[in-house]
């Protein structure tokens, strides 16, 4: 009894898993990464913070509750979740049309939309909802977030040029950009423009030159690497410091009021949560892709495995702290956690302690990041956003499936032209449409037997035996209410050009379900073959299919019979035709 409550206790806190195991090893290897990550945290999170709209200590309260409640419900052991760009992006696109940005009640937006978004991966992770996200394929998610980085980087351009910069599609901000770009600020972009070049280098050079010029191990100079965005905070902050950039017109960070919010809940105006419910069911959906996505990949990598279930519980519950804590949606960073994998973390309490590290700076150190160059911020953002740019997907897509390019493609203009959350409306939709596009016109193969075998192929690709008196057609396609017809249609067609015809034979090797819509079908054409004077035949048919089909009467009226294989279905109704095949004259 114990044990049963144990199970479903660890069900849903799997720190009762790995806690059991915790010793001085994994302590000592979760320090060190949580140093590391902490280091990279503070700036990214002060930068995705602006990119939201939000005061850069909102970016530090998003990233200490959540890492604790991810520590206590996710099962990834390195997945590190906080503020991270595209949804800082959809949070900004979100509230900008309930609150003017820069006010108190755009932070209230933005914390009571952390809660809803929390509410809503929470509920979906009881209810073991996982398998929603299914429905967003690959190459559309990966257009959506290439076209959401090219919006974040065209947007913290104007920070680099020390303009304002406005807009939530393409069109917007680069109208805004050229009609700002005549007040640009000289000591701003040598500001920003330096920190984005030094950025790119480290990404590119820097990592070998420690490898090969001064003999780091690769695991170091790949770390060094990943810290190069708070070697250009500390440097830039300190020439704003030395050299009064101030008052050249560079924009500063400034005052970064120290300590920590008390926990409170935020608004439940029930206009301000019918407001925020489409876009927080959005930057749920995504943020759970994006984590998921990671957290498989890193899992994999050490022979380890997630519950894409409990990951939704685990990321309800970090979004959740985010809005008790004074922060804004989160879900798990590709950069931050592959730092966090790469630093040797062992258990999600290197995300807790990571947590401590940000609480304590935010305690303590804000004092010191006054003069930070909101452009340094920007050029963070944008080097790192260019890396989610995949054009090489899309070169990609487009050899192997126009469809599926024709869908990436949509999924890219739409949320270009009109908006992030238009294009994430746009992906879902894309998806299901070809899900349906492709299901509701099924491959359909007429197949005749390869010569010498028991084998069965398509006679447009194979050279194979066929008899004028039997169609053998198998369906690639589990049958339901969207492809019902199509079946219906092509087996009527394909009988009409065979007046010799006397058997059908459905080979059934690729049916997984036969919903009633399709049932109906096959009644239909039993019937209907059955007046014509041809019988109806099933083969290949799987267990769970011939369990339903025989709850019905549809197997007693079958007009034909029901094989275990289309060879046997063939050697019964067509002898002559199955000799032939074994003859040396037939092979």
């Known amino acids: 009894m114990r044990r049963g409550v144990g199970k479903r206790a660890a069900r849903f806190l799997p720190i009762l898993n790995w806690g059991r195991e915790y010793g001085p090893g994994p302590l000592t290897d979760d320090l060190i990464a949580a140093a590391i990550v902490t280091v990279m ?21 998003a990233s200490i509750l959540p890492l604790l409640a991810y520590a206590l419900f996710g099962t990834s052991r390195t997945l590190a979740v906080g503020p991270v760009a595209v949804v800082s992006l959809m ?49 559309v998610i990966s257009g959506f977030i290439s076209a959401s980085a090219i919006l974040i980087a065209l947007s913290q351009v104007g920070h680099l040029l020390g303009i304002r910069v406005s807009g939530h599609n393409l069109p917007e901000i680069v109208q805004s ?37 001064l003999g780091l191990r690769p695991r170091i100079a790949d770390i060094a690497v990943k810290l190069a965005p708070m070697i250009a905070v500390i440097v830039t902050t300190l020439a704003a410091w030395a050299l009064d950039l101030g008052a050249d017109g560079v924009g500063l960070v400034g005052d970064i009021p120290a300590g920590l919010p008390m926990p409170s809940l935020p608004d439940f105006s029930p206009q301000l949560w019918l407001d925020l419910l489409e876009p927080a069911a959005l930057i749920a959906v995504i943020g759970f892709v994006e984590s998921v996505s990671v957290a498989q990949t890193l899992a994999a990598r050490r022979r380890q495995r997630i519950d894409p279930d409990q990951e939704l519980v685990g990321l309800g519950a970090s979004n959740i702290a985010a809005a008790v804590g004074g922060g804004y949606p989160v879900t798990g ?21 990571a947590a401590l590290g940000i609480a304590l700076v935010t305690l303590s150190l804000t004092s010191l990041l006054y003069f930070l160059p909101r452009a340094t911020l920007a050029a963070t953002i944008i080097v790192a956003v ?10 990609r897509t487009w050899v192997y499936s126009k469809k599926d390019f024709a869908a990436v493609a949509a999924t890219i203009l739409v949320t270009l032209g009109v908006g992030v959350e238009a294009g994430v409306m746009a992906g879902v939709v894309i998806s299901l449409g070809l899900f ?54 092509a087996v009527y067609d394909m009988v009409a050009l065979q007046p010799e015809l006397k058997h059908v034979i459905l080979q059934c090797s690729a049916v997984n379900e036969i919903d009633a819509s399709a049932l109906e079908s096959l009644e239909a054409i039993n019937e209907r073959l059955g007046e014509l004077g041809v019988a109806f035949h099933l083969s290949e048919v799987k267990g769970p299919v011939t369990d339903r089909l025989g709850r019905t009467g549809f197997l007693d009226e079958l007009s034909g019979r029901m ?19 074994r003859s040396p004259a037939g092979a």
């Open 333 to 353: 960073g590709f950069a931050r956690s592959i730092v966090n994998f790469d630093a040797g973390a062992r258990t999600p309490a290197a995300g807790a302690f």
């Open 386 to 395: 260019l890396s989610l740019v995949d054009l090489g997907g899309l070169r």
């Open 91 to 139: 949070t900004a696109a979100a509230i900008g049309g309930i609150a003017a940005p820069g006010t108190p009640e755009y932070v209230a937006a933005a914390i009571a939309l952390a809660l809803v978004v929390g509410a809503m991966l929470l509920v979906m992770g009881v209810f073991r909802l996982g398998f929603l996200a299914n429905f967003l394929s690959h190459p």
């Open 563 to 581: 094989f275990l294989s289309h060879y046997q279905a063939v050697a019964a109704l067509a002898p002559d035709l199955v000799e032939k095949g």
């Open 41 to 61: 945290l503070v700036p990214q999170s002060l930068a995705y913070a602006m990119l939201a709209g939000l005061p850069p200590e909102v970016g530090l309260y």
């Open 177 to 213: 950009l050229v009609r700002s770009v005549p007040a640009a600020n000289f000591p701003t972009l040598l500001v920003g423009g330096g920190a984005v070049i030094f950025l790119m280098l480290a990404r590119r050079q820097l990592g070998g030159l420690l490898r090969d010029r």
């Open 436 to 489: 349906l596009f492709r299901t509701s016109r099924p491959h359909m193969a007429v197949v005749g037997l390869v010569p010498g075998t028991e084998h069965f192929r398509n006679i447009k690709r194979h050279a194979v035996l066929t008899d004028p008196s039997i169609l053998g057609l198998r369906v690639d396609e589990s049958l339901y209410f969207a492809n019902a017809r199509y079946l219906e249609d």
